[in-house]
């Protein structure tokens, strides 16, 4: 069974950093794509940042470009999330998703439960 | 970027009933549109890819249609469970940055 299980969220203040991790099971975690995906309180669903399978190849949305660190360590099967100069509108839920593929441009298979980040003051 | 647009916002439906959503592209996705349903709590669940395959396990009652700008997800005959908000999702674009519509909440008439 795939399961992806994110932590490292919480309560964080505006100018600080966190950094979310996701432990993978269930699956050959080295050969597929992962990603960052995020859902503000009572919004939709917004794409955050990818990474190829051999952690070579890494996008990253215009609000994540120069703040967020995508990475994996495929030996731990873990993906992580740096998230630096933390600002009130990144408060969301964060997702660790599955892409199909090892390619990181196909659907969402699976989803992590979700944790949350708030910044605030 | 492309920009996805569902519509409508809101669908009240009874259950039994048909249920027709649409999803939009500002430009053409090819077939690389996903729709994902989501229940209050939960995480998005993958329903369709390539437009119109069905995802493991999803009940054929889901179907999804369309290329390039346009596409449909029906519910052929909506049941309680299906009460939720579906997203769709583009894929297309090249370096990789997905765009999901706004959502479409499908509530018990």
């Known amino acids: 069974e795939v399961q992806l299980v994110e932590s490292g969220g919480g309560l964080v203040k505006p100018g600080g950093s966190l950094r979310l991790s996701c432990a993978a099971s269930g699956f050959t975690f080295s050969s597929y794509s992962m990603n960052w995906v995020r859902q503000a309180p009572g919004k939709g669903l917004e794409w955050v940042s990818s990474?190829?399978?051999?952690?070579?190849?890494?996008y990253y949305a215009d609000p994540a470009k120069g703040r967020f660190t995508i990475s994996r360590d495929n030996a731990k099967n873990s993906l992580y999330l740096q998230m630096n100069s933390l600002r009130a509108e990144d408060t969301a839920v964060y997702y660790c998703?599955?892409?199909?593929?090892?390619?990181?441009?196909?659907?969402?298979?699976?989803w992590g439960q979700g944790i949350l980040v708030i910044v605030s003051s | 970027e492309i920009v996805m647009t569902q519509s409508p916002a809101t669908l009240s439906v009874s259950p039994g009933e048909r249920a027709t959503l649409s999803c939009r592209a500002s430009q053409s996705v090819s077939s690389n549109l996903a729709w994902y349903q989501q229940k209050p709590g939960q995480a998005p669940r993958l329903l369709i890819y390539g437009a119109s395959t069905r995802a493991t396990g999803i009940p054929a009652r889901f179907s999804g249609s369309g290329s390039g700008t346009e596409f449909t997800l029906t519910i052929s005959s909506l049941q309680s469970e299906d009460f939720a908000v579906y997203y769709c999702?583009?894929?297309?674009?090249?370096?990789?940055?997905?765009?999901f519509g706004q959502g479409t909440k499908v509530d018990i008439k």
């Open positions: 998703v599955r892409v199909q593929d090892s390619s990181p441009n196909e659907a969402a298979d699976y």
């Open positions: 999702q583009q894929y297309n674009n090249w370096p990789p940055a997905w765009t």
């Open positions: 990474i190829s399978s051999s952690g070579s190849y890494i």
